[in-house]
């Protein structure tokens, strides 16, 4: 579509008001600090901070590392069905709130496994929240499983094995956790099986990590979407290859500043990525501790690089081009898409 200029000062109502796909967040990373002491309490379990507000003033971070260690310290909270439900469910409402569409989310069941919860457990209760979404919001939530890289690959193939009965509740399979020294290949074989056993595949690559991480996701993974993918501007064969292969980057401009992957988001190479022709998607990763949802991710990127209203069309027809959704379902949403862009026309 065609975007016309809009006033600079209408554009945060746009931003917020368009329908988008949210392809990028980890489930553990929306557990706000209030539902963290919630779960706490309900648990009977005691958290190694008296109260939300010095949880809080620790969401300070250095990079990936020091982030996944507090981020770490948050799910120990995450015990029942019920709870897993409750977490997803409050992402849910939040998501809709910012004209999320559609979600795909990301989780983990080895940190939940490491600390004595079965894996069902977590996914049945992800899994009832989503349904429970499409019925109360019209949204549509599918589940990402997450193998941890700083594990080994045989703990991967356990995680698999015990995720299998609950199949048809995921979409896809990921790659998440500490970067670098942990590159793609190491889960080569099991990546190879997931493929096999027609799961949809995607990694987080060149997040810290270098633009070689990226080429083996492609090439060894196989995987369909890159998580992150912001250091491919150091490569301009892989740039090219990105655009030429309408291979989806799943940017998350808040994280990358928490975790001072850029300096100040002004630094930030979203536009250039666009500019580059490279299908672009604007995501919250860990919105409860990177500072803001995604609507906040969009308002604040674009006031921070002067993006345009045809960008924000762009980045949104993005995010539902590289989601896994059913064609028909990517019409309806795309359809919305346009409505709400010729209302601000
Ligand atoms: N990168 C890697 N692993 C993660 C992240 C991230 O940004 N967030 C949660 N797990
Ligand atoms: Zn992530």
Redesign the pocket.
Known sequence: MKVKPIPADRLPALLRAMPKAEL?M?I??SLEPELIFALAERNRMTFPYPDVASLRSAYVFEN?QS??DL?HAGTQVLRTEQDFYDMTQAYLARAHADNVLHAEI?F?TQTHTAHGVDAGVVIRGLHRACADAATQYGMSASLIL?FL?HLSEQEAFECLEQALPFRDMLVGIGL????VGHPPEKFARVFARCRELGFRLVA?AG?EGPPAYIWSALDVLKVERI??GVQAMHDAALMRRLAAERIPLTV?PL?NLK?CVFPRLQDHNLGRLLDAGILATVNS??PAYFGGYINENFTQTFAALGLSAQQAWQLADNSFTASFITPERRRACTDRLQETFERFQ
Do not use: T, V
Request: proline share 0%; net charge negative.
């Open positions: 990028h980890h553990e990373g990936l982030f996944l981020y990301f983990d997450c890289r998440a956790s500490s970067e987080h997040e998580d992150h998350c994280s975790l990763d860990d």
